[in-house]
């Protein structure tokens, strides 16, 4: 009996020591990770008239903060869904005045002109470029919950044309 005792005692501070050990390898895992980058899709016209994309890093600098263009005000938007995730596109191209797009919730697959195609999620930011007389892009909301995005305009309207990442 005092035999069966010890070992209970035993087999329970070698499992509280495994899992002091196990979560203290998973702090110290946390703290190792380096932070995710945070990527910018750029939409932008070609020389063709098309719309292209190229995806640029954000920087932030030591305190956090990236700079972005200047913005002249902001509109929040939300769409339903109006396709599902092997659907393709049916809408017309668009383009789109200077802005930023913020992506809060929702999925979006984006189909460029000039071709390809990207799917945007929440935490996602694109820099909209391709602005007319481009053919600009066309999206499909593939739900299932509705698509919520922050619309900031550049101050400055002028885009650049062609890729700014080489």
């Known amino acids: ?68 263009m200047t913005a002249a005000g902001s509109t929040i938007t939300r769409t339903k869904p109006n396709g599902a995730p092997g659907e393709d596109f049916s809408g017309p191209y668009h383009s789109a005045g200077r802005q930023y797009v913020f992506n809060l919730s929702g999925t979006e697959r984006i189909n460029f002109s000039g071709g390809g195609t990207i799917t945007v999620v929440p935490g996602d930011i694109e820099l909209v470029e391709d602005v007319p007389p ?7 909301n593939t739900g299932p919950e509705d698509r919520v995005t922050l619309h900031v305009p550049t101050a400055d309207p002028t885009a650049v044309i062609g890729p700014m990442a080489k």
């Open 134 to 140: 481009g053919k600009g892009h066309r999206e499909l």
């Open 1 to 68: 009996m005092k035999s069966i005792a010890i070992w209970s005692i035993a087999v329970v501070m070698v499992g509280a020591f495994v899992l002091i050990m196990a979560g203290q390898t998973q702090n110290d895992a946390v703290v190792a990770q380096e932070r995710k980058p945070v990527m910018m899709y750029r939409f932008y016209n070609g020389t063709d008239g098309l719309t292209y994309v190229e995806k640029i890093p954000v920087n932030f600098n030591e305190k956090d903060v990236a700079s972005l």
